[in-house]
T-cell receptor, first 110, second 115 residues
Framework: AQSVTQPDIHITVSEGASLELRCNYSYGATPYLFWYVQSPGQGLQLLLKYFSGDTLVQGIKGFEAEFKRSQSSFNLRKPSVHWSDAAEYFCAVGHSTLTFGKGTMLLVSP | NAGVTQTPKFRVLKTGQSMTLLCAQDMNHEYMYWYRQDPGMGLRLIHYSVGEGTTAKGEVPDGYNVSRLKKQNFLLGLESAAPSQTSVYFC??????????????FGPGTRLTVL
């Protein structure tokens, strides 16, 4: 069975500081991996995805993620956080259907 | 393109009442999905469809029914609403070919409260 673990429920980062959100997955085959972002009261927006090839993938809004098969991880990073990045972030794995992690809420302090 | 739209945006029901949530997409996507989102639980798949006339159960299908009579629409029904079905419901859709890791596109959500 596929599963996703996002170990951090909340993370607080100072504006301008770097960010890393952790995601660990369990999947029986080569995974398709996704990061979505959700602002309050909104739907989910895709930040980036991995399905093959280069293990470092670039996304929108300056985000990137690295697929590490040996660690079953797909951590999301951003070098400099902006106040507008405050939102909830979801990691997901799957092909025809997705399994989502429980999310990490990012708070940005001035 | 409107993308994925959901109707209604908000609804309050009494226990035992029925209702239908409508999801529509104008991207000619084959696959459509219904999720529920509860605090601290992430998104959980209720039902999905891989094409017109098909439906399949997800992780939490009990108490819900679905229909996909037209490719662009996916309906989620609650026959007898219960307070445990209070949640935010999201619809999503995607292309059928998975070779490119096609992502799901999400609607804005429907906030349902069952009293």
């Amino acid at each position: 069975a596929q599963s996703v673990t996002q170990p951090d429920i909340h993370i607080t980062v100072s504006e301008g500081a770097s960010l890393e959100l952790r995601c660990n997955y369990s999947y029986g085959a080569t995974p398709y991996l996704f990061w979505y972002v959700q602002s309050p009261g909104q739907g989910l927006q895709l930040l980036l995805k991995y399905f093959s090839g280069d293990t470092l993938v670039q996304g929108i809004k300056g985000f990137e993620a690295e697929f590490k098969r040996s660690q079953s991880s797909f951590n999301l990073r951003k070098p400099s956080v902006h106040w507008s990045d405050a939102a909830e972030y979801f990691c997901a794995v799957g092909h025809s259907t997705l399994t989502f992690g429980k999310g990490t809420m990012l708070l940005v302090s001035p | 393109n409107a993308g994925v739209t959901q109707t209604p945006k908000f609804r309050v029901l009494k226990t035992g009442q029925s209702m239908t949530l409508l999801c529509a997409q104008d991207m000619n996507h084959e696959y459509m999905y219904w999720y529920r989102q509860d605090p601290g639980m992430g998104l959980r798949l209720i039902h999905y469809s891989v094409g017109e006339g098909t439906t399949a159960k997800g992780e939490v299908p009990d108490g819900y029914n679905v229909s996909r009579l037209k490719k662009q629409n996916f309906l989620l029904g609650l026959e007898s609403a219960a307070p445990s079905q209070t949640s935010v419901y999201f619809c999503a859709s995607r292309f059928g070919t998975s070779g490119r890791g096609n992502e799901q596109f999400f609607g804005p959500g429907t906030r349902l409260t069952v009293l």
